[in-house]
């Protein structure tokens, strides 16, 4: 997550300078060759103008769908937020308070289902877009993925016992059989008398929701942005920044006549062209750099900062002395 006031031109312009050259050489080479004598490559700008405009749609379109995919994936964050600090406080003041070894324990498997859930949502999937070389060379110095430079196995190690530790590594999803054990830990309590039936009830729908919660961030990872959607707008973008500079050629070349840029307007096509091809495909990109709110880029939503902003709080809760520190954004980015 971006925490500064904006990107500053220059963040951006290292971000897109790829692009934007092959904007400039796009419009460069038609421009030269029509300056040469080749005019037949001029195109009428009509159909191109429809083109754009149907463009324009579909980029609002895949846009909204990203921030609404965004949005989405922050609620479901502050949703665990506060279930995972209700469901805490309940644990504690329903089985004796902060120096029970079970509030703990169960505290410290929280802690292990929060580590277990980031990194899974941190795993890499064929569609997102951390690997593009424009957001991996963005990232080299700005940023780090912490899932991504440390091991889940040692994570977890420091939130479980041998036993369950193994137990949980020879899982698939370790967070669902982190869920199980809490769950299972509770009906134990249960069945001994030292949780009522209403109180393991209130406990289990602390469960229920953060499960629920985790399926649907494992809903947004795992079911990408229609690849049929993404597919015909690439092409339709493609096609229109080629397109571009052949349809304004005559255009700029009449802008000049009579006076005494006549025969230097037709150089105009070579900025403009390209400004007008980079802000369609500016657009593109940055609601394809939030579409997928999980992958690790600098606008996702920043679940290992919140995963250790709640292990800070419940720790507080049972007056641990020995808190980690919280994350500190990197280049005003949080992971």
């Not at 421009?31 to 009509?46: I, R």
């Not at 054990?181 to 134990?188: C, D, F, P, R, T």
């Not at 985790?214 to 947004?220: D, L, P």
């Amino acid at each position: 997550m971006f925490t500064g006031r904006r990107y500053t031109p220059l963040v951006f312009f290292k971000w897109t300078l790829r692009n934007t050259l092959w904007m400039f050489f796009i419009a460069t080479v038609p421009t030269v060759l029509y300056a040469l004598g080749w005019h037949f490559l001029s195109l009428p700008w009509q159909p191109l103008a429809l083109l754009g405009t149907a463009l324009a749609f579909s980029v609002g379109f895949k846009n909204n769908a990203s921030y609404g995919r965004l949005w989405e994936a922050r609620q479901i964050y502050g949703a665990i937020i506060n279930d995972s600090r209700s469901f805490a406080f309940t644990l504690r003041d329903t089985l004796g308070g902060k120096e029970d070894n079970t509030v703990k324990t169960m505290f410290y498997r929280h802690f292990a289902w929060l580590t277990a859930l980031r990194f899974q949502l941190r795993e890499y999937r064929p569609w997102e877009n951390t690997k593009n070389r424009s957001n991996q060379n963005f990232s080299q110095g700005n940023f780090s993925i912490p899932e991504w430079e440390s091991n889940v196995e040692e994570e977890l190690r420091k939130y479980l016992n041998d036993a369950e530790l193994n137990y949980i590594l020879s899982k698939k999803n370790k967070a669902t059989q982190l869920i199980a054990l809490q769950s299972e830990n509770l009906g134990k309590l249960k069945r001994n008398g030292d949780l009522s039936h209403i109180e393991w009830s209130d406990l289990q729908n602390c469960i229920t929701r953060l499960i629920d919660n985790q399926g649907k961030a494992e809903r947004i990872k795992n079911f990408p942005y229609p690849r049929n959607f993404e597919t015909v707008m690439t092409f339709l973008m493609y096609i229109f920044i080629l397109l571009l500079p052949f349809g304004l050629l005559k255009e700029y070349e009449s802008l000049g006549k009579g006076t005494f840029l006549e025969n230097y307007t037709i150089w105009f096509n070579i900025p403009f062209s390209a400004l007008i091809a980079w802000a369609f495909h500016i657009l593109d990109t940055i609601g394809e750099s939030s579409v997928n709110p999980f992958e690790g880029n600098a606008n996702d939503v920043p679940i290992t900062q919140i995963s250790r902003m709640l292990e800070i709080d419940l720790k507080d809760m049972l007056d641990d002395k020995n808190l980690p520190e919280p994350l500190a954004a990197q280049n005003n980015i949080l992971m």
